[in-house]
């Protein structure tokens, strides 16, 4: 059985992946996002972590990772494989954000903002291809941010390091497509979440301002989104982005 590993898994848009693929039907022609074994992170709320392992019925199971920790990643992977089998799907969910116009923000916050978000999954990444570029097999989803298409006041380091995610997933589809490994990324719109609450609702308000669909983006509508770039029905789709924002950048 195929295991997928997905960071940031305690809550919000990751919590809604972890839940969407245990609830998967264990027929899914192979792919990894059905029937797989379920892995997630999480780095400071472990109850959090523990309820997402009870509330998937223990078919989903919580190791510890700190995204800015250079060689946790290495270790994390082959802890997972060695519980839960070969690693098939990688998605880098975890993030941080830190909200400061960009004459007054500080280096430190600067530096954890794209260390965490864009370091931490270019670690991630590197640590999962090895297996996935020998077994020829494998599907990575890279979670960006509307902030990375539409210049939002205060987030400068938020938008650089989700436009780098972007740029990374290109990058990395052209290197490893030839071993059948597939990269893409999916940019949500403004969705509410816990990482959200503090955004400014100004912030909010334009970044929804141009929704086509009433109902707006929920955490639900991001984890479809993942799963089937994750699964075999996307066999021919890397290097895209798939936008998931009711139509704001139409």
Not at 66 to 88: C, N, Q, S
């Amino acid at each position: 059985m195929a295991t997928v590993l997905v960071t940031g898994g305690s809550r919000g848009i990751g919590r809604a992946v972890v839940e969407a693929l245990a609830a998967a039907p264990a027929a899914g022609g192979g792919a990894a996002g059905a029937g797989a074994a379920v892995a997630f992170t999480w780095c400071s709320r472990e109850a959090a972590a523990r309820e997402v392992e009870q509330a998937t019925g223990g078919r989903a199971r919580a190791f510890h990772l700190d995204l800015r920790d250079r060689t946790r990643p290495d270790d994390l992977i082959a802890e997972v494989e060695a519980a839960l089998g070969p690693l098939e799907g990688l998605v880098n969910n975890a993030g941080e954000r830190r909200e400061a116009l960009l004459a007054m923000m500080s280096d430190d916050d600067w530096e954890a903002v794209l260390d965490v978000n864009l370091g931490g999954l270019f670690r991630c990444c590197r640590a999962a291809l090895r297996g996935m570029l020998v077994r020829r097999r494998g599907a990575i989803v890279n979670l960006a941010s509307l902030s990375a298409l539409h210049g939002v006041a205060g987030q400068a380091a938020y938008a650089a390091s989700k436009a780098g995610i972007l740029g990374l997933t290109r990058a990395l589809a052209r290197e490893v497509g030839k071993r059948q490994v597939r990269v893409n990324a999916v940019v949500p719109g403004f969705v509410p979440t816990e990482l959200t609450a503090g955004v400014p609702a100004a912030a909010a308000a334009y970044l929804r301002a141009g929704e086509c669909l009433p109902g707006g983006v929920s955490v639900g509508a991001v984890a479809e989104a993942v799963l089937f770039l994750l699964s075999d029905r996307a066999a021919a789709i890397t290097g895209q982005t798939l936008v998931v924002d009711a139509g704001a950048s139409a």
